[in-house]
T-cell receptor, first 116, second 116 residues
Framework: GAVVSQHPSWVICKSGTSVKIECRSL??????MFWYRQFPKQSLMLMAT?????????EQGVEKDKFLINHASLTLSTLTVTSAHPEDSSFYIC????????????FGPGTRLTVL | AQKITQTQPGMFVQEKEAVTLDCTYD???????LFWYKQPSSGEMIFLIY??????QNATEGRYSLNFQKARKSANLVISASQLGDSAMYFC?????????????FGIGTKLQVIP
């Protein structure tokens, strides 16, 4: 149980385009989902926390207009990187907090974004 | 100040031996949780073990145990009987507060390589 999927697993796009990444909790309902970014050989940095049905809370330094987060249901959150640039190339990982167990975040497998 | 410090960028261990990965943390909140995650080359984050600040006993999960020394603010991970599949990045993380929706901060990680 407690499986989180992400789609796509990798994406290459041209500079200036927008990319949407989906994060789904497959076998549980997630009130809260988190979006992280990980640059090569670095740690995970929290970008934002999203709660179902409400606006996401962004960490300091993360542009909310550039990284649009929508958490429309208890099983789906999306991150849209708008007008992507090469510096946005990174590994994006989501995690979900289950309703039953709030000690543990269940992570998705990540999405590798490359912006040319 | 760094909230999570992992001072070992890389570690080697012989197969079947035990290894300790260091982690120290910094917080003034009396309620917090400590986590260890494993990240293989595929990128997914795998939850290993959790220790709450009020837990009296050190957490154990199979071959993983957490050596929790509260006064020293230390939360080292001990892996017993190392296996080749244990080769991966290991991240220590802390949540300030005991509520699942609260922010988790990650250390920079330790790369563990198990030698046959």
């Amino acid at each position: 149980g407690a499986v989180v999927s992400q789609h796509p697993s990798w994406v290459i796009c041209k500079s200036g385009t927008s990319v949407k990444i989906e994060c789904r909790s497959l076998d549980f309902q997630a009130t809260t989902m988190f979006w992280y970014r990980q640059f090569p050989k670095q740690s995970l940095m929290l970008m934002a926390t999203s709660n179902e049905g409400s606006k996401a809370t962004y960490e300091q330094g993360v542009e909310k207009d550039k990284f649009l987060i929508n958490h429309a249901s208890l099983t789906l959150s999306t991150l849209t990187v708008t007008s992507a640039h090469p510096e946005d190339s990174s590994f994006y990982i989501c995690s979900a907090l289950g309703l039953a167990n709030d000690n543990e975040q269940f992570f998705g497998p990540g999405t590798r974004l490359t912006v040319l | 100040a760094q909230k999570i410090t992992q001072t070992q960028p890389g570690m080697f261990v012989q197969e079947k031996e035990a290894v300790t990965l260091d982690c120290t943390y910094d917080t003034s909140d009396p309620s917090y949780g400590l986590f260890w995650y494993k990240q293989p080359s595929s990128g997914e984050m795998i939850f290993l073990i959790y220790q709450g600040s009020y837990d009296q006993q050190n957490a154990t999960e199979g071959r993983y145990s957490l050596n929790f020394q509260k006064a020293r603010k230390s939360a080292n991970l001990v892996i017993s009987a190392s296996q080749l599949g244990d080769s991966a990045m290991y991240f220590c993380a802390m949540r300030e507060g005991l509520e699942g929706y609260q922010k988790v901060t990650f250390g920079i990680g330790t790369k563990l390589q198990v030698i046959p």
